[in-house]
């Protein structure tokens, strides 16, 4: 299984992004699928889950309302769209898989593979 994220870049505060996370190599809805993020510095931080189902929708509290998390099954796609961007938003952003379940995780131990990262930067 292989993950590709994109769509980081440099944005002003209040500005938007839209990340994918293209994912190969296993059935789409087999698993949850996790976004994460980490700030220089500090550990990594829950933002976003879906559930294999699609179903279940589950954000950190410091992201919702302002982050949108959903898939295109179609082409085995998921993306974090992220509106009115804050300077602590400032991270590099993953995304991962969960094999083991089906259901939505916040711990990133309970994720099995991830991404390689893309950088968002918020500016002030």
């Known amino acids: 299984v292989q993950l590709q994220a994109s769509g980081g870049g440099l944005v002003q505060s209040g500005g938007s992004l839209r990340l994918s996370c293209t994912i190969s190599g296993r059935p789409f809805g087999s698993y949850g699928i996790g976004w994460f993020r980490q700030a220089p510095g500090k550990a990594r931080e829950y933002v976003a889950a879906l559930s294999g189902s699609g179903k279940t929708i589950d954000y950190s509290d410091s992201v919702k309302g302002r982050f949108t998390i959903s898939r295109d099954s179609l082409n085995n796609t998921v993306f974090l769209q992220m509106m009115n961007l804050k300077p602590e938003d400032t991270a590099v952003y993953y995304c991962?898989?969960?094999?083991?379940?089906?259901?939505?995780?916040?711990?990133?131990?309970?994720?099995?593979?991830w991404g390689q990262g893309t950088l968002v930067t918020v500016s002030s």
């Open positions: 991962a898989v969960d094999f083991k379940r089906l259901g939505v995780r916040r711990d990133p131990p309970a994720y099995d593979v």
